[in-house]
Each structure stands twice: as structure tokens, then as C-alpha cells.
T-cell receptor
Framework: NAGVTQTPKFQVLKTGQSMTLQCAQDMNHNSMYWYRQDPGMGLRLIYYSASEGTTDKGEVPNGYNVSRLNKREFSLRLESAAPSQTSVYFC????????????FGPGTRLTVL | QKEVEQDPGPLSVPEGAIVSLNCTYSNSAFQYFMWYRQYSRKGPELLMYTYSSGNKEDGRFTAQVDKSSKYISLFIRDSQPSDSATYLCAMSAPSGSRLTFGEGTQLTVNP
């Protein structure tokens, strides 16, 4: 089992460009999450999907959109990237929402110039 | 004020030392408490999971929760260089509530 996979691993964008971060899990988990990690701020929830077909905003959703494509895949889109979105992005999944163990992917390091 | 406070360190100890990592929180509804370990340039991985108050031991690791003081701790005995990582506390209220993470404490264990 690969667990949670994320692509790409690294990305550099210019202000105003768009991109989609991809996430897939092979553990048959129902819930999936997108976090960003910044120095001094810890992990902050951007969006989550408690189950296939549902998505909800987290703590810092502005500037992002998500799609739960199927039970395995959960993508995060930046429509018009800004320097404030420079961060490390982690996808995670769990059997059930929140209180169950969350398994994290390796992360995507994004720089917006 | 943050809901979860964690000293970011860095913390540097010699091999074999006992390490104490701590978090305080303000939300009395939190009942699920976790410790994640994150190696450099990797994703976090769950290390310990505790429900409500009390102690939980797993090998060299012990997690303690004191709900009356709103304080949780992770102890590492006989610390090893391989324990060098960032340790994040996380907690949540009953089902349906998001996880709230601490900032993480960076630990280095020197051979």
C-alpha cells in the first residue's frame, strides 16, 4: 500500500497563475483533508471532505477550491496564486471524520513569486 | 490567543536523556489528544492517541493528559538520535470537530 500520495512534490508559480494539487489514498478511507503548514502557525485546515460527495471549509479556505473526485482522490486548486499561499501543503485521510487517526501524505512545497 | 499553545523550541538533548514535551489548551471541550511526529521534509505520523484523561505508554513513549489543568505531555525515555524530529500535539472535541494542532516542538537528540 502506498498510503497517501501527493503530486507534485515541488512547484514554483508566479502570482496569478493557477494550479491543482493532487492527492490519492489507497486505504479505502471515507474522509480526506487538505492542510497548509507555515512556520509559527502549525498545521491549519483548508478544506475537508467527510465522505465522498461532500466538502466543507476549514479554518483558512480563502483562495482555494477543492474537488472530491471519488472516494480515493481529493484535489486542491489555487485559481489565482498569491505570495501568501507560499507554504507546504499536506493531504491526509482517515476512516471517519476528525477523531479517527489521520494519515498524511509527504507534502507539496509551493512557492509563489 | 491560540487554542493550543506549544513551545516551538528548538530543544537539544544528549542521547539517553528523558525528554518532556508539552502543550496547553484553552478549549475545555477537547477530549481526544494526539501526538504526531514529523521528520524533516516528511508528513506527520501519529505517535500516540489518548482519549480523555490519564496516561498511555507505548515502549519508550508515555502520553499524559491532565484535563483539570488543560495540559498534555509526551515523555520520551532513553532518547535516541532517531527521535530527532518535530513533535506536534493535536486535539479535538467529540465527533464532528476538526483537529487543532500545536505549532510543533523541534527536538534534536545528540549522539
Amino acid at each position: 500500500n502506498a498510503g497517501v500520495t501527493q503530486t507534485p512534490k515541488f512547484q514554483v508559480l508566479k502570482t496569478g497563475q493557477s494550479m491543482t494539487l493532487q492527492c490519492a489514498q489507497d486505504m479505502n478511507h471515507n474522509s480526506m483533508y487538505w492542510y497548509r503548514q507555515d512556520p509559527g502557525m502549525g498545521l491549519r485546515l483548508i478544506y475537508y471532505s467527510a465522505s465522498e460527495g461532500t466538502t466543507d471549509k476549514g479554518e483558512v479556505p480563502n483562495g482555494y477550491n477543492v474537488s472530491r473526485l471519488n472516494k480515493r482522490e481529493f484535489s486542491l486548486r489555487l485559481e489565482s496564486a498569491a505570495p501568501s499561499q507560499t507554504s507546504v501543503y499536506f493531504c491526509a485521510s482517515s476512516e471517519s471524520p476528525y477523531t479517527d487517526t489521520q494519515y498524511f501524505g509527504p507534502g507539496t512545497r509551493l512557492t509563489v513569486l | 490567543q491560540k487554542e493550543v499553545e506549544q513551545d516551538p523550541g528548538p530543544l537539544s538533548v544528549p542521547e539517553g536523556a528523558i525528554v518532556s514535551l508539552n502543550c496547553t489548551y484553552s478549549n475545555s471541550a477537547f477530549q481526544y489528544f494526539m501526538w504526531y511526529r514529523q521528520y524533516s521534509r516528511k508528513g506527520p505520523e501519529l505517535l500516540m492517541y489518548t482519549y480523555s484523561s490519564g496516561n498511555k505508554e507505548d515502549g519508550r513513549f508515555t502520553a499524559q493528559v491532565d484535563k483539570s489543568s488543560k495540559y498534555i505531555s509526551l515523555f520520551i525515555r532513553d532518547s535516541q538520535p532517531s527521535d530527532s524530529a518535530t513533535y506536534l500535539c493535536a486535539m479535538s472535541a467529540p465527533s464532528g470537530s476538526r483537529l487543532t494542532f500545536g505549532e510543533g516542538t523541534q527536538l534534536t537528540v545528540n549522539p
